[in-house]
Structures are given as structure tokens and as C-alpha cells.
């Protein structure tokens, strides 16, 4: 065990020397391979194999797909059409762009999975209609980051995906249970949202344009390239005709398909599209090989079996364990992204959670949401920077915190209700699944 408390810190001082997590990861297991094993022979066989067998899993084929998916739906103008869509519909409501805002970032997450990129899109989107009637620009922001995090609850998710590879459980178990949290959080920040601007209207101004159930109508138009795809991924997944992977695929398909048919996928587009899906998807790759070469040596050197005998052993109740995990990864948010979070983590964590009986469904869930709210939390919360940089010079990253704040306690909120009960994530599952 000694060996593996070494190791992890030994890869916390190269990441704090700023040394890329994938190689930190896997140069700190490689070595602790070789230690724990006496010779060089094993380091190399793993460093050899498990960057080949880990990377040609074919289950890991969904997450370019859907990666791909959320980037036609960027750049094909799908997000921007669902945003006006709901504006629409709500245009009176106190807070009504705020409140577009968050069921666009629902329609979004059907339609990609990316909390930064929905981030992006909607500060490019709604932050300038904001800003034209009067909103306070903290306000604005702060709904922009925080709504954004429902885009990987909503599923498909790249974190789910991500989750169920590296704890093995089915990513489409995971997608239908995200879907009742991804929609109860959206449901408090609604609740938030109203209740902020009804008490405060300085912020939020109400919007006085009468809009005719005519023009109401016609842009429920904006809706259908969303909920064809929702039709096509989770329809497809839960009917048994497809497979996650195929859903991936069909679901990158139908986007593309849609988006030439608006015309709004251009060439300079396209090629957008696919370099920044192959960036994205080489850079989790790395750090999916390292994290799995470093689980391997903290398996062999007996720490995660120890650790696992040791948080047995302290006969703390097993919800107290869960609420010390949450603040943990509330902690690490400030500090790291959630997709490296969850790489670096799981291989310790997990085996304690299956020690002790949780549901792997319902802890994909709540962690899901606890990582994602480590976005919104300063000094490194990754939402914050992306929609203080497309927002533009004169919003601060303090800005975007003071706004923010509101928020994420409405997202600790869901938190505390996924885990005090767990059928919220289940339910689903349960009646079309099978899963309890």
C-alpha cells in the first residue's frame, strides 16, 4: 500500500509542475510497475499492451461519435433554432431568456453531451439578447453556466459514457437514468430562476413584445431536429434496435443530415467539426490509456484492496461515506475537470462503492452531478472561464462566479434529493430496463 500512496503523490507533484495528466498518469504507473514488480519486464509488457487493448475497446467507439454529434450540433446551428424555439413560447415569463436559456441547454444536451461546449453556444446565443433588454450581466452569466451543465446530465453523455466503461456497466442503463435528474435540475433552476427575477426584476426585466400563437406555432418548427434525435439515440437504445455504439453512430449521422438539409453546415464548418472532434477525442484517449496503466499499478500494489478494507473498517454509516465523497469531488472540482476527475478517481473509488452494496447506476448519477458542479466552482471551474471568454473584455471571471452562485446551489439541491432518493435516477430504468 505504501507504493501506492507514494505514486499518487509523486503524479499530484507533476500535475501541480504542470505536466499533462495523460503522460503524469501513465509515467507514474509505468514506474510504480516496475517498483512494485522488480523488473522492467512488467512495466513494459503493460506499457506495451494497455495502450493498444484499452484504445481499441470497441465499446469506447460511442464517445467520438458522440462527440461528433454535439460538434454538427454547434456548428449546424441545431442549439440556436431550440434556443429561439422556447424563447417563443415563454417570452412573458419573469426571467423569460433566462428560462429559454436553461430548456435550450435541455434540448442541447439531447443533441450532444458537452457542458463546455453548450457553455460557449449559449453565451454566444443568449447573452447578447440578454444584454439588448436589460439583464444584469452577472445574472446572465450565471445562468449561461450553470443551465450548461444539464447538456451532460441530459443524455447522450460523454461522462456516462465514460463511467460505464471504466466501472463496466451499460452506458444505456446510464443514459435513461440520466434523464429524470437531467430534467429535475432544470426544473430548479427554473424554480430559481423565477423566483430571482419575480423578487429582483432589475436583474431580469420582463419582456413586454406580445408574441401571436401564430408565430408560437410556426416555431415549434425549431423543435424537430432535436426530437427526431431524441427519437433516433434513447428510441433506438430502448427499443433494442440499437446499441449505444450504433446509436452514437446514427445519431452523428442524423445531425450531419440535418444540418446540410438547413443548409448551415458549410465546408469551413465541416472540417471544424471533425478537427476539433479528433483533438477532443485524442486528448481523452491519452488520458483514459494513463489512468488505466496507473489503476493497474495501484492494484497490484495491494492500495485499492486496503482501502477498501480501511473505509469498511472506520463503521461510519454508509450515506456518511457518500456526503464525505460528495465534498471530496466538490473539492477537486475546484481544481480539475471533470473528465479527468472521473479517470483519475474511479479505479479507487468505485471498488469501495461496490464494497459496500451501492447501486453502480445511481452513483454514476450523483457523481455525474457532483462533478459537473465542480464547473461552477472557483478558482479553476472550467464553465466559468468559457463564458467569461465568449462572453467577451468586459465581464470578469468574478462576474461569472457572483452570478453563478444562485445557481449552484440549486444544483447541490438536486444533488441532495438524488441522494436522499435514489429511485429519482432508478425509475426509468427500472420500468423499461429491468434494473433496480
Known sequence: ??????GIGVLAILVILGVHWGLSLGLVGFLGLVVV?????????????TPYHSAADFTLTVLPLFVLMGMFTLHGGISEQAFESVQKWIGRLPGSLALATVWGCVAFGAASG???????VFTKVSLPQMRDVGYDKRFSCGVIASAAIISVIIPPSILFVIYGVLVEVSIGTLFIAGILPGLLLAILLTAGTLVIAARNPSLAPAITTRVLWKERIIALGGLWPV??????????????????????ATGAFGTF?????????SWDKLRTSLVETV??????????????IFSRFLAISGFTSQ???VVVGLGVSRMALIAILMVIYLILGCFMDAAVMMILTLPIIFPVIE????????????LLVVLEAGLLTPPFGLNLFVVKAAAGPDVSVGDVVRGSFPFLIMVLITLVFLIAFPQISLFLPGIMLGVK
Not at 428510441?235 to 452514437?248: H, K, L, N, Q
Request: glycine content about 14%; cysteine-free; proline content about 2%.
Open 307 to 309: 482501502l477498501v478494507e
Open 37 to 49: 514488480a522488480g523488473s522492467w519486464e512488467t512495466g513494459l509488457g503493460v506499457l506495451l499492451t
Open 114 to 120: 458537452s457542458a463546455l461546449a453548450a457553455a460557449s
Open 279 to 292: 483533438e477532443f477525442t485524442a486528448t481523452l484517449f491519452f488520458i483514459l490509456v494513463g489512468a488505466l
Open 1 to 6: 500500500m505504501l507504493e501506492g500512496i507514494v
Open 227 to 248: 426530437a427526431l434525435l431524441i427519437i433516433l439515440v434513447l428510441g433506438g437504445i430502448y427499443s433494442g434496435v440499437f446499441t449505444p455504439t450504433e446509436a452514437g
Open 257 to 265: 443530415v440535418i444540418a446540410l438539409a438547413r443548409r448551415r453546415l
Open 355 to 366: 464494497g459496500l452494496g451501492f447501486n453502480p447506476i445511481w452513483f454514476g448519477v450523483i
